[in-house]
C-alpha cells in the first residue's frame, strides 16, 4: 500500500481552467503539506494542516484553495490556472512537528 | 529569516569515486537538518537527519555531520554508484515549527 498517493500524476490544462489534485495518506499522521516543485527543482512549501486546520499559509495566490476533509486527506484546488502554476506539486505528512516528511510520488500539472 | 543553500550542480562523477555536497544553512534557534533524495520520477525520501550539533547522521554509506561552528551539514559517500544518480536536497527545521526549508537541490550523476 502506497503511504501517501496523490491523483492525478499528470494533469494537462488549459489556461483559466479549475483544477483538483487529491491526496491520502494512511500514516495515520496528524499532519499534511502541499509542496510546489519548479523547473529548476527548487521545493517550495504552501500549505500545512494539522489535524484538518490550517498552520501554514505562505504567500500563496488566493486561487489556490486547500481543503482537508478528515486527517487523512488533504487536497488542493486552484482556479483560473495560468501558465505560471505549471509545476508539479508534492502532498506530504509527518506525524511529528519538524519531524520527518514522507512524500507522494508528486502531481504534474502543465498548464497550456 | 532561515535558509538553506546548497551547491550547485550538476555533480558529474565516475562510480566509486567520492562525493561531497556542500549545505549550509543559516537559522534563528536550534534547527534540526535533513538530507532528503529525489530518483527520477519519484517523490523526495529521508535520507538522514542530525538534530543537534556534532549529530552524525548517515545512510545506505552517506553520512552527514552537524557543524554548528561553521553552520554547514555538508554530506559524503566514500564511494558512489551509478544507482545513487538523483537530486539530493538539504533542508532545516526549527524547533516548534511544522515547517521544512529545503535548498535547492543538487542533482548527481554518476556513470559507469
Known amino acids: 500500500d502506497t503511504a501517501v498517493s496523490q491523483t492525478p500524476k499528470y494533469l494537462v490544462t488549459q489556461m483559466g481552467n479549475d483544477k483538483s489534485i487529491k491526496c491520502e495518506q494512511n500514516l495515520g499522521h496528524d499532519t499534511m503539506y502541499w509542496y510546489k516543485q519548479d523547473s529548476k527543482k527548487f521545493l517550495k512549501i504552501m500549505f500545512s494542516?494539522?489535524?484538518?486546520?490550517?498552520?501554514i499559509n505562505e504567500t500563496v495566490p488566493n486561487r489556490f484553495s486547500p481543503k482537508s476533509p478528515d486527517k487523512a486527506h488533504l487536497n488542493l484546488h486552484i482556479n483560473s490556472l495560468e501558465l505560471g502554476d505549471s509545476a508539479v506539486y508534492f502532498c506530504?505528512?509527518?506525524?511529528?512537528?519538524?519531524?520527518?516528511?514522507?512524500f507522494g510520488e508528486g502531481s504534474r500539472l502543465t498548464v497550456l | 529569516g532561515n535558509s538553506v543553500t546548497q551547491m550547485e550542480g550538476p555533480v558529474t562523477l565516475s562510480e566509486e569515486a567520492f562525493l561531497t555536497i556542500n549545505c549550509t544553512y543559516t537559522?534563528?534557534?536550534?534547527?534540526?537538518l535533513f538530507w532528503y533524495v529525489q530518483y527520477p520520477g519519484e517523490g523526495l525520501q529521508l535520507l538522514l537527519k542530525?538534530?543537534?550539533?556534532?549529530d552524525k547522521g548517515s545512510n545506505k554509506g552517506f553520512e552527514a555531520t552537524y557543524r554548528k561552528e561553521t553552520t554547514s551539514f555538508h554530506l559524503e559517500k566514500g564511494s558512489v554508484q551509478v544507482s545513487d544518480s538523483a537530486v539530493y536536497f538539504c533542508a532545516l527545521s526549527v524547533r516548534n515549527t511544522d515547517k521544512l526549508i529545503f535548498g535547492t537541490g543538487t542533482r548527481l550523476q554518476v556513470f559507469p
Open positions: 506530504a505528512s509527518s506525524q511529528d512537528i519538524g519531524g520527518e516528511l514522507f
Open positions: 537559522a534563528t534557534g536550534y534547527p534540526s
Open positions: 542530525a538534530t543537534k550539533a556534532d
Open positions: 494542516y494539522n489535524n484538518k486546520e490550517l498552520i
